[in-house]
């Protein structure tokens, strides 16, 4: 009998596909996870329509003409001391004395006319894709940037005065300094000065006890330190892609100290920072063996009372889903809800987006499927590529040209202390959020069926930041057409992370907050800031009093943990998935 069987294939597609990933998965780890391919599309796209743009191309030489004859003006300027000709420099790393002199104002100036001058010829064109037009904007900052008289030797009057005044010693401690961070890049040390802030003596010092522990978290609940607290208990989901010690930095800007001194109870999930046998924990596992796992231990203890629940980052996304998934179910733990920093419509993301296109997220899963994670390094060159000039350069000259030693507190060492992503959870969050914005849609399923924001009904408190890259305010803002509840809109200066971690004594700190009733018609964000007066200080107050409005009054402090429901304590705050 003839055999009709098809013929077994040389390259099964499994085979196939694992190819490809270890290819990409190369090409990613040299390129940082961004597609070589989509920035030649980028590339293509701009510079073949700028081609057929002759208006526009006439436009960017008569710009380059003025701008030469300006640079030529001031450098006459600078040599002739006339300061009234001169305009002053913006960049704040050019606003010493010795950057007003000949010719180094020239360099300023040239250098800012060159930043303005490639704004121009990256937007405008006709034709090319939006996307495409962010990412060519923000490359061609990125070079004018990388390219700035402040960041080499010889055009930095700075380092120039400080060679001459030291006789070259700084350029010597600052190679000793190089020596010493690249030692520790290879063995895989933290940075230098981060050892004045080590978590649970310095950092992470709010007493406290770990009760419950799976797979995915910890939760911790802190010791009371009022005879009374909140009937209400918080419960804290923290981002994690962050470790959440972001709120329990050092005493006077430790969030959590700050709530528990108010007479709150409060629970915190620190979450474990996956390695390569976590690649394949999913969004799935993240709410149910996370979030709600973190929200029966906090009913248990506290069985007759509802919740506070707290977001910051993508932990306010996920309370978000985990607050419509709860409204579709009829649980009704949840008594508000807190965002801090946190989206949930993605379509106008940030800048942040700008590394997030089909090509590079495939380069991205790709390197991730390699590693079983996305690394630390790769997470931080995203996120410091957004501010390339305040977070690379300007340090890199303090310390290698300057000869200075690191000087971080509490924040910044913070930062210092990474985590990573497992391979299929992110690869779900960023295709879910970022690149179809299913949760706004109302098109993200948990459990086998969709859920709708616009079924959240209980009071909202949401945090915005000004200079927010990474979630920005306008963006947080959006939710305000996606639930109909009471709902608390505050915009405090600052950004992502300073903005939030600003003790309630804080100097510099400014906050605006209104509240929209049930029923009130939508106001665009732009007219809100126009109409919502300026506060001086931290919102944090603010917060707190918002807290005690939505709770039920007074009552003993619960005991920690609950040993016959399963939730004994194990560990002292901050645990141990924190030290991971």
Wanted: glycine share 8%; aromatic share 8%.
């Amino acid at each position: 009998m003839k055999n009709t069987s098809p013929p077994s294939r040389l390259l099964p597609p499994e085979v196939a596909k694992r190819v490809d990933h270890q290819i990409r998965g190369r090409v990613a780890g040299a390129t940082r996870g961004v597609s070589p391919v989509d920035l030649a599309a980028a590339l293509i796209d701009w510079a073949g329509h700028l081609a057929l743009s002759p208006g526009k191309l006439l436009s960017l030489a008569e710009s380059a003409a003025r701008n030469a004859a300006e640079v030529v003006a001031a450098n006459a300027s600078s040599m002739a001391g006339n300061t009234e000709a001169m305009a002053p420099l913006e960049n704040r790393r050019m606003r010493s004395e010795a950057w007003q002199k000949w010719p180094f104002y020239a360099m300023g100036r040239g250098h800012e006319l060159a930043r303005e001058w490639m704004r121009e010829a990256t937007t405008g064109v006709d034709g090319v894709s939006r996307d495409h037009e962010r990412f060519m904007h923000f490359l061609a900052l990125q070079m004018v940037d990388l390219l700035s008289p402040a960041n080499f030797p010889l055009t930095n009057p700075d380092v120039l005065i400080a060679t001459r005044e030291e006789k070259g010693g700084n350029l010597r401690r600052g190679m000793m300094n190089w020596l010493e961070d690249k030692r520790r890049e290879r063995l895989g040390e933290p940075l230098s000065g981060t050892e004045a802030y080590q978590v649970g003596k310095d950092v992470a010092v709010t007493p406290g006890k770990v009760i419950f522990r799976n797979h995915v978290i910890e939760l911790i609940q802190y010791s009371p330190q009022t005879e009374s607290v909140v009937a209400e208990p918080l419960l804290i989901v923290p981002a994690w892609i962050m470790k959440y010690y972001i709120l329990d930095l050092s005493p006077r800007n430790s969030l959590i100290r700050y709530l528990v001194a108010q007479g709150k109870t409060v629970f915190t999930i620190s979450w474990k920072n996956p390695t390569a046998e976590d690649r394949d924990l999913t969004m799935h596992d993240y709410l149910h063996d996370g979030l709600m796992a973190a929200i029966d231990a906090v009913t248990a203890v506290v069985s007759d009372r509802r919740i506070h629940a707290v977001g910051y980052c993508l932990g306010g996304t996920l309370l978000s889903i985990a607050a419509a998934y709860m409204a579709r179910e009829g649980d009704e733990r949840i008594r508000s809800m807190s965002m801090f920093a946190a989206q949930v419509d993605f379509r106008e993301a940030g800048e942040i987006s700008l590394f997030l296109g089909e090509g590079t997220l495939a380069f991205l899963e790709s390197l991730m499927h390699r590693q079983g994670y996305l690394s630390i390094e790769n997470m931080t060159g995203a996120f410091s590529a957004l501010r390339v000039s305040d977070l690379v350069h300007d340090p890199a000259v303090q310390r290698y040209l300057l000869g200075k030693d690191r000087s971080l507190n509490d924040l910044m060492a913070w930062n210092a202390d990474g985590t990573r992503m497992p391979y299929r959870m992110h690869g779900e969050y960023l295709r879910n959020c970022y690149m179809e914005n299913n949760l706004a849609e109302a098109r993200y399923e948990v459990d086998g069926g969709p859920i709708c924001v616009g079924d959240i009904t209980v009071p909202s408190f949401v945090l915005g930041t000004v200079t927010d890259h990474v979630a920005p305010w306008k963006s947080v803002y959006k939710v305000h057409r996606l639930t109909h509840g009471e709902l608390t809109f505050v915009l405090t200066t600052g950004g992502h992370n300073a903005g939030i971690a600003c003790g309630p004594d804080h100097p510099r700190r400014k906050h605006q907050i209104a509240t929209r009733k049930p029923g009130e018609r939508y106001r665009d964000p732009d007219r809100w800031v126009a109409e919502t007066p300026v506060t001086d200080g931290s919102w944090w107050p603010a917060w707190d009093a918002w807290l005690d409005a939505h709770s039920s009054g007074a009552t003993a402090p619960p005991s920690t943990g609950d040993e016959a429901a399963g939730y004994a304590p194990v560990d002292d705050a901050p645990g141990r998935y924190v030290l991971g």
